[in-house]
């Protein structure tokens, strides 16, 4: 543009600044400031808040309100989204009573709080674990006339779950159907989550089959959330019947759902099954990374297969998947369920020469070792 003689107005500008303050460049994104300055174009009141929340973001809120400072110099006072930006920044550092505090400068200065003040004030109390708080500022959001946005119910519902208020959850999720607006993926994922987790996995289920039917589209967020809950309950044709449905459905899988469904298996005593999948993941051009090795090899040595455990634990590095601290635990508590200590205590000293510190499992294995050695010894 320069080049060829187009003038670069403040919109240009901005756009520039913008993205470097999003690649973390902020410091280049001032240099723009001054090539601006130059140019006659002086900063506006998008400018300041794209510094604002970039210098948010970064930790430094000192600095976002010093830019306040200097941007009311110029003459430009900050906006709702001036304000928005410090209300998510200070609940996000836990700093409740400055968030606060900017709410009600902002109201004294004119500026009712919308949609998104709402959600910061209401995410910040949840993260607080008040989830009480956050309620009362719900009701007082719809009390205003700020009708919430899906945003605000998901906020709302995943604030529930994680206070083990699942019943109130899902009474919010049917008010959305009544009068609010249309639960998104987030919503149902949400749900199922806190669902699962309580161990309400047929629940989840039906809300899965009711998403299936009238709801948005699945992603595989979504049924890795229920090939999990399907697992940990030890229901695994359910789980397999799902995987199978996510392999002829068009989501990319990736190393996670199958590690979710070889860990229940091997958990279950499937062991063949599980390895029989281990070995698919590489045909269906996907590479085993340490946690499917972890799982293999715990899987082996539970069911009193050591040997084969070891064998799985040596080739990593061939394929390109060095063990880590987890993994050499693993093998390392394997080997003294099965007895076989020397190899133990050796891979242990590996371990160590590797700079892995044993866990808190493993060193309780070896004290007990260590303490029935020496009552035998007295024996």
């Known amino acids: 543009m320069v080049d060829n003689n187009i003038s670069c107005d ?48 970064e930790g430094m809120v000192s600095k ?18 001036t304000y928005n930006i410090l209300v998510y920044a200070y609940f996000n550092k836990a700093m409740v009573t400055e968030a606060e505090d900017i709410v009600d400068t902002m109201i004294k200065q004119g500026i ?23 309620k009362r500022v719900f009701s007082l959001m719809i009390e205003k006339g700020c009708a919430p946005d899906i945003l605000s119910y998901n906020i709302m519902i995943n604030g529930y779950c994680k206070s083990k208020r699942l019943d109130e959850a899902m009474e919010l999720f049917h008010q959305i159907a009544q009068n609010g607006p249309i639960p998104d993926t987030v919503t149902y994922n949400t749900l199922m989550q806190g669902m699962c987790q309580f161990g309400r996995v047929i629940a ?9 039917a009238s709801g948005p589209v699945p992603n595989l967020v979504t049924c890795l ?86 064998q799985l634990f040596r080739s990593m590095e061939d394929n390109d998947c060095l063990p880590d601290r987890f993994c050499y635990n693993v093998m390392i508590q394997g080997f003294l ?20 510190s044993a866990n808190l499992c493993t060193a309780t294995l070896i004290l007990d070792l260590i303490l029935r050695s020496n009552d035998s010894i007295l024996v």
């Open 10 to 57: 403040i919109v240009t500008y901005n756009i520039l600044i913008d993205a470097h303050c999003k690649e973390g460049m902020i410091y280049k994104a001032v240099d723009i400031v001054d090539t601006m300055g130059k140019q006659g174009i002086e900063p506006n009141i998008v400018t300041y808040n794209i510094f604002i929340d970039a210098y948010c973001k």
């Open 225 to 310: 959330i229920l090939l999990d809950g399907l697992c940990t309950r030890g229901k695994l044709e359910a789980a397999l019947e799902l995987f199978r449905a996510m392999q002829n459905s068009r989501l990319k899988l990736n190393v996670a759902s199958y590690n979710i469904l070889i860990d229940g298996l091997c958990k279950a005593g499937n062991i063949e099954v599980g390895k029989e999948l281990f070995h698919k993941l590489s045909v269906n051009g996907l590479k085993p990374n340490v946690y499917t090795y972890a799982i293999m090899i715990n899987g082996f040595c539970r069911d009193g297969m050591p040997d084969e455990a070891y």
């Open 112 to 134: 009712e709080p919308d949609v998104v003040t709402y959600n910061a004030i209401i995410n910040g109390h949840c993260l607080q674990n008040q989830i009480g708080k956050a």
């Open 337 to 356: 369920r099965n007895g076989y200590t020397l190899k133990a205590t050796q891979l242990l000293s590996e371990m160590v020469g590797k700079g892995f």
């Open 204 to 212: 989840a289920c039906e809300l899965f089959k009711t998403m299936l």
């Open 64 to 81: 976002a309100i010093e830019t306040i400072d200097t941007m009311r110099k110029q003459g430009i006072e900050p906006n709702v989204i």
